[in-house]
């Protein structure tokens, strides 16, 4: 079956079977991309008509509205960097207000992706665009790549605020709704849980988590599947981007050529001078459909590259409140086996009877200090059951809303780039469409001309 699949899965409610029905899988198991041709979201034929239409028809009402604009620049004598405006507006009665508006630069929002991740270490959190690479830090200034961030933080931030748990967090609330969130940060707090969860990662490293729920099983195997696929189209779109940007360039030198030449070549000035605008047209419209790659296509690919990195991230901290479970189980084996052993054995040897105590009275302290140990065991485990079960229970419904929004994206990025191939298709082809037209008349004209005279 397939690794989502409802069997897999577990999903057995009517309105996940109604959904599955007209379901649009993106991926199949072998890697590969399914059939689309049926599908809940209704397309519109016209390619014009496309755009901004892909929307839930069952979205419950919302009663928190946040937005991410105006990004700022900051210059210090220390650093530069960007803050941006976010403005809140809700109706929920644990707000003192109905509206707020802060300033946020990106590692306050780093600081709450951290708070989030603490609280509700197996709830998927879609992820912060990342930190600056060496490339970016000469581009980081430029509109364009401003722009995206501010998407990429709008996006991060309402998918938080539509989750229907992390949304109630207190510190997502003080990220909304305090001017100065500097008091609300506790130093070090941050590196010393991940330093944490890592000593935890690394001591259960050497352990393989023990019957694993095949749900969990499936999740990894698509996730494997699924970054393999992003990272293959996110290279290889870079490529096309790259391929565009030099045709875009060829073309903008190739253009005056043909304005040149029609200067010296009296009897060709016009057909030239034609040749020439539409060389000049196709540029733009090359330039135009290249842009839509790197600002649509690109950072939406790129956004589920590390999407899938999350989604390790998370399924790795499943296992690892499976494996601290799983230990305590053996440690529970290994204690009730001692008790057994206790009980059939001689303590004639032991430092206790040495010192001059009885067997017996050797054999009884052991007893109860190893059935103290069993108890406390006991009441670990019983703990960590219900840590475990939670933990399960919140990755599989956060999954499911995962991967209906995934499908929702990557589906609006597709179809957009393909309406924007076709709107520059078409474009080229009347414009050349339009220079036969004229080339064919005026032949005709001259060919007119000599048969009347």
């Not at 397939?2 to 890697?31: A, R, W």
């Not at 780093?110 to 989030?116: D, G, R």
């Not at 959190?125 to 581009?139: C, D, N, Q, W």
């Not at 998407?151 to 748990?165: S, W, Y």
Request: hydrophobic fraction near 35%; proline fraction near 3%.
């Amino acid at each position: 079956p397939h690794p989502l699949s409802k069997d897999v899965l577990g999903y057995d409610d009517d309105e996940e079977e109604e959904e599955e029905e007209d379901d649009l899988e993106v991926f199949s198991k072998n890697g590969t991309f399914a059939d689309t041709s049926s599908n809940s979201i209704t397309m519109p034929t016209s390619p014009s008509s496309m755009t901004n239409q892909h929307t839930l028809d069952d979205e419950p009402d919302k009663d928190l509205f946040v937005t991410v604009d105006d990004p700022e620049h900051h210059a210090t004598a220390m650093e530069t960097y960007f803050t941006y405006r976010i403005l809140t507006k809700t109706t929920r009665s644990e707000f003192d207000s109905s509206e707020y508006e802060v300033r946020r630069r990106y590692q306050d929002f780093f600081w709450l992706k951290t708070q989030l991740e603490a609280a509700h270490s197996t709830f998927i959190l879609h992820p912060l665009p990342e930190k600056f690479s060496m490339r970016e830090m000469v581009e980081r200034f430029n509109e364009g790549f401003i722009e995206m961030r501010r998407k990429a933080l709008h996006k991060f931030l309402n998918r938080i605020a539509d989750h229907p748990t992390l949304s109630f967090n207190e510190d997502f609330k003080t990220f909304l709704t305090v001017q100065d969130l500097a008091p609300h940060k506790k130093p070090g707090s941050a590196f010393l849980s991940k330093m944490e969860e890592t000593m935890r990662a690394v001591a259960n490293s050497v352990k393989s988590v023990k019957n694993r729920p095949d749900e969990f099983n499936a999740m990894n195997e698509h996730v494997d599947i699924f970054r393999q696929k992003m990272g293959t189209l996110e290279r290889i779109n870079q490529r096309i981007t790259k391929e565009f940007k030099e045709y875009s360039l060829a073309m903008k030198e190739y253009s005056p050529v043909y304005t040149l030449w029609s200067k010296s070549e009296k009897e060709l000035a016009e057909p030239l001078a034609g040749v020439a605008s539409s060389i000049d047209s196709c540029y733009k419209a090359t330039e135009g459909l290249t842009t839509g790659i790197s600002e649509d296509l690109l950072p939406t690919l790129h956004e589920y590259v590390l999407c899938a990195e999350t989604l390790k991230s998370v399924l790795k901290r499943r296992d690892l409140i499976q494996a601290d479970y799983d230990s305590r189980v053996d440690s529970l084996a290994i204690k009730k086996t001692e008790r057994e052993m206790l009980e059939h054995s001689e303590q004639s040897f032991t430092f206790g009877a040495i010192l001059g105590k009885s067997t017996e009275e050797v054999k009884q302290q052991k007893q109860q200090k190893i059935d103290r140990e069993i108890e406390e065991l006991q009441a670990d485990i019983a703990q960590f059951e219900d840590k475990v079960e939670y933990a399960n229970t919140n990755l599989k419904a956060d999954w499911k809303r995962w991967y209906l929004n995934m499908r929702i994206d990557l589906k609006s990025a597709f179809c957009n780039m393909a309406e924007n191939n076709i709107h520059y298709y078409e474009e080229c082809l009347a414009t050349w469409e339009s220079f036969l037209a004229v080339q064919q008349t005026e032949i005709k004209m001259d060919e007119n001309s000599k048969n009347s005279g």
